[in-house]
Structures are given as structure tokens and as C-alpha cells.
């Protein structure tokens, strides 16, 4: 039987101590940048650059993203600043490095004859995320209406992955829900969740009718004129990137009721996010091993 | 046409502004004991007890408890304390009477020759309720638990209306549910609902397999020796109304989390709630006045 | 370690041998009336009453019906007729006999001293078969309907066991469901599953707009009156023990499609059937015998 | 107001009597190639080619095929043929001719000036008939097995748009599915479904463990040692389209029991299907007029 092969995982939040517990079920796993108390796991090895005893390591995995400012690595848990070049030497020549927005220090590890990997570039990590995103977006209304999700209107922007998913829990839970989307095909795989559906741009015709409006879609698709036909008390949640699906400024004048939700898989469920990193990562691993299957 | 017939709301929290707009659908509605603020729907017409134009009412709609004290009217709203017994002149002879725990109250009522109905009674209301105490107790976990329902295993315990609702509910968001009951054809329901089930003197067997542990049995089931066995970072969520069903001494010892959730539809869903009352008093109404169905 | 429990399967269809099978991971099973061609199970035990070996047995397990005539077992594989009094002397004294519908055999099995059960009047049995039952009636439906169940509206008539059950699986395939139901806290409950509600005695007003009408009532329910509503080529689905539901002449007299589905479980399932009467008789068997739980 | 647009729906079987139903909900409707049984629907008016007073027809709707011998209509109601190139002169200059899988005839029309579009290429069709698709799968699983859905383990092999659906609904019946997809990203959405996942190249390992294996992948995936390791009483149903994913001399060597399912939404719900041509064929000519919306 083969020694196990060596994976540090250096920096990142919460997230990334559970990220290295799953990895610790197939590699010896080591980490940098975390305290004891953040990551309470035996399974993991804690360590600090300086330390005498260190492997050289087969993989490298580092948080989303890499670096703040394209020279330290990101590492909430760390007091002591790491250059992402410090961790160069610990890994063996040829190392595969993992990580999420690379950024200018992509460059600095191919210069070191190493391979990077974006596993944020993943299908399945964004289709995993969308689990975490749903469910985080459900609570935000589950805190914000007055009502009921079973029976109250709900409008879903877009059906793409955390559409549909969102679509799919809201269904479940006895919402009625409509989909706006541009794509007729999009349309008919709502239908088929149980979902009615609309055209995008017939969405003003129709705005009125719900107690909430979910916005996927990363375009500012929710005008001012949208606003305005949106019931005053209704719930609008933009889960879109920056910038954002919302006329910010016809929102504020209107008085309207916007809550942004970004980031929400490691902001309501660290620990499914990291074992999304982990599981994603594994199957990235795989493919390159020829195949072996981690069960996980 | 007949003229519509008139009832008075009389007390209570936000959630029977709501009530009064619902029942607006049908009878003519005043209120006592709202401002304007609380009560914003044209349909409901505000009134105070000293107010000369007062109709005399065919029904009176009293709040859950009626009274704090026995004499006073549950009404928060109301700066000035209102009297149960002042209510008693502002109806006409023998009318009907609609509240949640009377108490003593009762008593007063029908010595004026009303009729007392207690709407808290009625199988369609608590039929209901479970509706919002799921999507309350579904809030809670978001909250408090690090990862997604999707996957996690649950324990909720009891299959009456909350428990069975809380259970499809859950399953319907993706997670592996166990159900504990002490009924074996509340055992194989739960299995229809795609949960598994164990006998409910098993779980100290089974405890500490769950990421989250949901009581919802009015008895002290969850006793020190179930705490012992259930994980000690998962979430213990205690839905059963007082003195709840968690050794409260013991967990306290352990240091276990428990969150206590009492009331949740009047706390996550005060309209839902307070339309949830007006069908229910809709319906008792509906059956005194000969299956006249009112479709709201 | 104690010997194993005896229990002689007597007689019945193709489901007692699955029965039988299910049984003997607790028990030591023997099997009268099968053939090896019907039970080909190596784990059970066929014999002949006049086989010279048999042991005295614990238990013995009997069909639905036991008897048609009151004398001879129901064994349909059975060439050579057996009587029920010739299954006594095989018995332990006071050994519990589980059968459904005993008619006049109970007394004979009392009269020698033995306990007699019948699994018929089980909660547990009658909630489990509903998911065959409902099964069943989708089958129906998919064969008799040119139209997907997924967007159809289709009528459930009750809301008990079987029409909860049955609306419930209607409702997540995507069928629009409709429930009539006489008391005000089924039609709430049906709500909760998704599904619209309707008071029983309004169908005729509403019979017109569904693609099929199933009905689970065990009473007269649709009328001459209600087949006139009924669009003439919905289906129209009784699924209630005789006499049914349906005016049989009524229906007769317009040309209606009705399909009358009785013992479904039986015969769509018949190993599920078996299963669940052997569950069934377990639970049983385990409440006698101080709790012992049969993981099953 | 404009005179509605005309519409000539030539042959095809009964599911084409309910396409022009639903198109007569927007344009003027004409039909040839059926009888008064097959479409008695008043809002299509039937017509034979030698009609005098037929109008000349903006549009065009061909059935699937267009035609068999590449020279005749596929009609099968006809007892006369009709020569594809005898509809041309009943068309406006440029009208739009729509059918499924043209083959010669597509150069016919063209070279008449016809604008030729082939619907079964659109997203939404392939979309849509996933429902028919699946729920046929499932009668024919309910058919053929003895034990229920609920509760049965069943192995859906490819998460395309009909293993999705499929692998959906049986999820929803209860069933416990696992879905064997090359593509990890399928495999993750596979498990957001509720079912559990393999890789595809390790179903030999698995395939011993279910009651139903129902493949979906247009190639032979289901090779000798996959049948080798399928339970003996296991059904298998193949929905791929020729030459299907099952090893048929394999299959016949070891006596598997397969059910071959082709072409299921026009067998087990050709209104559906009829309906589903109707709304792809609406969308397709809505984008062409200008993204007025037919609500249907």
C-alpha cells in the first residue's frame, strides 16, 4: 500500500477547516493559517511555516480568493501576514495548486513549474452552490415576510442553476411560483418544476401580483419601472453579483424594500460550503489519477 | 340584498389587524384597541369605545389569551385599558363570541346571554398553525446550523400535526428525516411521507446520528440520558409548548444548545396567522349560519 | 440463545408468499397451501398437513379471507381442499392465529384455546396499503388518460387514508389536484398538501372542470346529478369498497367511463402486499412480546 | 382588427387533431388528412385537397415524419394519398412550413420559397415531452413490477432532460433512486434531486442492488456483464432511441426481462403531445411576428 499523498491547505475562513476534513478522509492533510479553535479536527495537522518537520506536499489548496492584494495570501486566522510565494518551497516540483480567483498570483505559481486550477470554474462547485445560495435565500424570506412561503405569490428571476434551485425549493414548500425568463426552453423546464412562467421582458405586466421577487439573473433587469409595479410591501431580494439585477438608485427614491444576498453558501452554511471545495477538488483529483473514485 | 352583518375586533397583537381585513371580505368590520399604524386597511373601520356612532354588532372577535388579568382586554395596541365587560354593550342580544383562552372571561360573556365560541378549538386552526410553526422551526435551523438541511440528517420527534408537517417540510428541502413516534401507524406514516421511523423508546439508541434533533411532544422526551447521546454541536430545537419536552436542568449541566420556539406563527408569520383565525371563525360562522360557504 | 418462533403460513395468494419470506428473518417458517413454484423462497419451509416432521407451532398466519365458505381455507394454490379446524392440532396450545376477516372461523379457533388477531383492523395495515392503493390508481390513470397527469386537474373525492395518499402522489407528479371533502379540517389539511379544496357537498358545481374524478368515499357520492357535471370524457375513478361510490345505472345510462378499483394493493403490488401484512404482524407480535423490535 | 392568419394541419395521427385545437385558439384552422371521429372538434374546420373554397394559408403543419417514402404525406387517416409537393399551391408565396423530421421533402418546399422549420429540433419540444416520456416510464413500471415505486430501489442510467425528469418523479413517488451519469456536474445535480449517484463506468459494481433499471443514454451501456449483474427479476426498460442502450443478444442469452419504450408521449398521452407541437409551434412563429405572446 502506498504512503498518502500530502495536501496543505493554507489560509481561507471558516469554510476551509472543513474543506481540509473532508480531504483528511483520503490525503494527509496539513494547514496553515488556522488557529485550534477554528479547526478543532485531529484529522488535520496544524502548522506554521517556520516549522521544522514539514512534507513537501503533493497539493496545494487555497481560499476564494487567493489573495486580497496579489501578494498575501487570504487568511482571516492569521495574524502574521503570508506571502503566497512563501508557500512555494513546502510543495514538491510539479505540485498541483488549487484555489478560487486566482488573480496575478496564478502567474507566480506556473513561474514556479507548478499547475493551477480554479476549481470556482467547476460545474459542479456552482451547481453544488446552489443548495446553500437556495437555502440561504429562503431564510432571508422566511425572516422578512409576514407571511407564510406555503401560499403567498413568489417571482423568480431567472433559471439558470440557483434559479431553478430556488424555484424548486419555493415549489416544495407550498409557494406559488412564477419564473421570469428570457429563454422559452428555460420556460418550459419551470413549468415542468410546477412553476408558471412569463416572458422576461412581460415581467412589469406582472410584477404587481407577488409578496416577493427573487432576482437571479446578474443584469439590472429590475428597473425603475419594475419598482414601481412591485406592491410597496413586497419582499425584493437580489442574490445576483455585483452589480447586481436592481436599480439601486429608483429603489432608494422609491422607498422600495431590497435586501442584497451575496456570498451566501459560506455565509449561512460554512461547513456544506467547505465540503463543496473539498468534494469538487476530489473529483478534480480524479479525473487526473485516472479515475480512482473517492467515495466521500 | 340583505345588509352586510357587523363585527367588532376587539384587541390583539398585528396579527388581527389581519383578521379584520380578512373577515372585511364579508361582514362590515369595525375595530377597537388598533391605530391606524397597525391597522392601515381602509376595508376595517377604526373605533374607540367612547365613539357616540357605534353600530350594534353581531359578532365579537376577541384575541388569544381574551384576558391577562380576566377583567382587561389582551390589547396591546391600546394605550387606554379597555374592560372586557365594556365590550358587552356594544353587541347585539345573543352574539356570538370568538376568542382563544377565555379563561374567566367565559364566564362573563354568557352570563349577558352571548355565546362563547373559542376559535383555539377548532381543528382547522391548529390544522393550519402547523403550516407556520414548520416554516418558523425551518427558519431557526437556517439560522443556527452551519450547513444546509439539504443532506443533514433530522430527528424530529412526534408525528402529530406539527410534527408530520415539520417532517415533509424538511424532506422536501432535501433532508434524510427520522422520524421517532411511540405509534406504530405514526411510524409507517412517517415512512409514507419518505422519512424512516424509529420506536420513540429507541432514541437514545439513535440520538447521536443527527445534525439536528426537533421535538414536537408536549412530555419530557428528551431526557439527560438523550442528551448524552445526541452530538454535541448539533442543534436541539424544542417546539412543544410549556414545560416543553428538554430536561432543562440537564442540557443547562451539559452545555447543550437548545432553542425554545414557542408561538412561531404569530413571531415568523403574523399575517398568515392572523388570516388563519379569520377562516376559522369564517368557517364556525358558516356552519351556524347554514352552510353558506364564504370563499376568502 | 433461544430457539426461533415457529409460524405456519397458511394458504392465500402469491402476496402470503412474500409474506412468508418477510417473516422468516425472524421467525422459523413454515408455509401449507404453496407450491415451490409460488414461494420459491429457500428461507421458508413448504409442507403438507400430512408431512410427518412438522413442528407444533407459535403462530400461524391465515389469508384475507380465511375461508369463503366459513370451512375450507382460502388457498387458492392449493389442489387438495384443506379444512380450517385440520390447521388446530398443528398449533401450540393458546397460540395466536393473525388473519383478515375471520367471519365464523374465529369462533372455531377460540373455542380450541387460541388467541385470534386480526391485522384488518391494524392502523398500521391500512395506512401502508394506501401507497399501493394509490399506485394503483395512477396506473389507471396513466393507461385511461390521453393527457400527462402533470398539469391536469384532476378531483379527489375524501380525504382519508387513501385520498390523502393518493392526492398527495397526484400533487408530485404535477397533476392540478382538487380535494372535496365533507369536514372543514380535511379541506385545510389538503391545502397544507398543495392542493385546492372544496366543501363535498359543492361538487356538482365544480365537477365540470376536471379531467378525472377519483373517488375514495365509501357512500353514494356522485350522483346522476354529478355524472351530468362531469365532462363526458373525463375518467372517472371509484376506488371505494363496494357498493362504491358511483350511481352504477346512472353512469350506465349516460355512457360515463368508470373504472371500479378494488384491492388494488393485491394486485398491483402483491409483494408489497405481502410485506405489509407481514409488518404488520410483526408490530403485532413485538407489542405482545414485551417490545422486542423486528427491524424489518 | 386583422383577420386572423390561416393555418393548414396536414396528416399525422390523433395527437395532430388536438395541435390544431390549440392553434385554432389563435389562428384560423384548417385540416386535411383526418375525419370528423379523429377531430371532432367544431373550432377546426375539416377539408380535402380538392376543396373549392379553401383560402390560400399562411402557415403549414406537417407531422413527424413528413413523410415515409420521402414523396407522400404521413397521413394515416387518409385513405387517399396526397403527394407532399399537392399542398404547395394551397400556401401563400413564403409561407412557413413547420414538421418534425423533413428528410427530402425539405427541399421540396424550399425550392418552392417556402421557409422550412423542423419543431422536434426546438429546446422546448425535447423539453416538454420529458413529461410524457416519464410518466409512461413509470406506467410501465407500475405495470410490469410487483412491488410498489415507494420504497423500491431504482437505477436511472444518464441526467439528460428525460433521466432528470424521470429520476424527479420517481424521487417524488418515494422510490430511493440512484443515477449512474458520466459527468460529475450531473451527478451533482443528481444528488440536489434527492437521489444518490454512481459514475457511469461502475455500474457493474452497483447494478445488483435494484429492483428497475431504466436506461436513457443513446448508447449500449447496459453491456452483457451489466445484465450479468441485474437481479434476475429485476426490470429493465430501455427508453433510448435506436439502436437502444441494452445488449439485445445478451439480453435474450440470459432471459432479462426488457421493455423497450419508444416514442412514449405520442402512445401514452398523444393530447399532450399534440398540445406540446401546438405551443412549440406557437412560440417558433411568435419569435418570427414579433414577440407577441399567444397565451395558451
Not at 446553500?132 to 429562503?138: F, H, Y
Not at 403567498?152 to 425549493?169: E, K, M, T, W, Y
Not at 427614491?253 to 442584497?260: D, K, M, N, S, T
Amino acid at each position: 500500500m502506498q504512503p498518502k499523498k500530502t495536501v496543505l491547505v493554507a489560509g481561507g475562513d471558516l469554510r476551509y477547516g472543513y474543506t481540509a476534513r473532508v480531504l483528511a478522509k483520503v490525503y494527509e492533510v496539513w494547514a496553515v493559517g488556522f488557529t485550534r479553535q477554528v479547526l478543532p479536527f485531529s484529522e488535520v495537522q496544524l502548522a506554521s511555516l517556520t516549522d521544522k518537520g514539514l512534507p513537501k506536499f503533493d497539493h496545494l489548496v487555497l481560499p476564494i480568493p487567493v489573495s486580497e492584494d496579489g501578494i498575501h495570501l487570504n487568511a482571516p486566522f492569521q495574524t502574521q501576514p503570508i506571502t503566497v510565494t512563501d508557500l512555494i518551497p513546502l510543495l514538491k516540483p510539479g505540485a498541483a495548486v488549487f484555489g478560487g480567483k486566482f488573480g496575478q498570483t496564478a502567474a507566480r505559481f506556473r513561474s514556479a513549474g507548478l499547475t493551477v486550477s480554479d476549481y470556482l470554474a467547476e460545474e459542479e462547485m456552482s451547481t453544488r452552490n446552489a443548495v446553500p445560495t437556495a437555502e440561504g435565500a429562503v431564510q432571508i424570506m422566511l425572516e422578512e415576510m409576514p407571511c407564510t412561503l406555503h401560499g403567498s405569490p413568489v417571482l423568480v428571476l431567472g433559471f439558470g442553476r440557483i434559479g431553478s434551485r430556488l424555484a424548486g425549493v419555493l415549489h416544495a414548500l407550498g409557494a406559488e411560483v412564477t419564473v421570469a425568463a428570457r429563454d422559452v426552453a428555460d420556460r418550459a423546464r419551470a413549468e415542468l418544476y410546477g412553476c408558471r412562467s412569463i416572458p422576461l421582458n412581460r415581467i412589469n405586466a406582472y410584477a404587481g401580483n407577488f409578496s416577493a421577487v427573487c432576482n437571479t439573473i446578474p443584469a439590472k433587469v429590475i428597473t425603475e419601472e419594475t419598482l414601481k409595479a412591485i406592491q410597496p410591501d413586497a419582499l425584493i431580494l437580489d442574490l445576483a453579483s455585483k452589480p447586481g439585477g436592481v436599480d439601486w438608485d429608483a429603489a432608494q427614491a422609491l422607498g422600495r424594500r431590497v435586501v442584497w444576498a451575496l456570498s451566501l453558501p459560506g455565509k449561512t452554511a460554512p461547513f456544506t460550503a467547505g465540503e463543496i471545495i473539498a468534494k469538487t477538488i476530489l473529483h478534480m483529483l480524479e479525473t487526473d489519477e485516472g479515475g480512482v473514485m473517492h467515495e466521500t
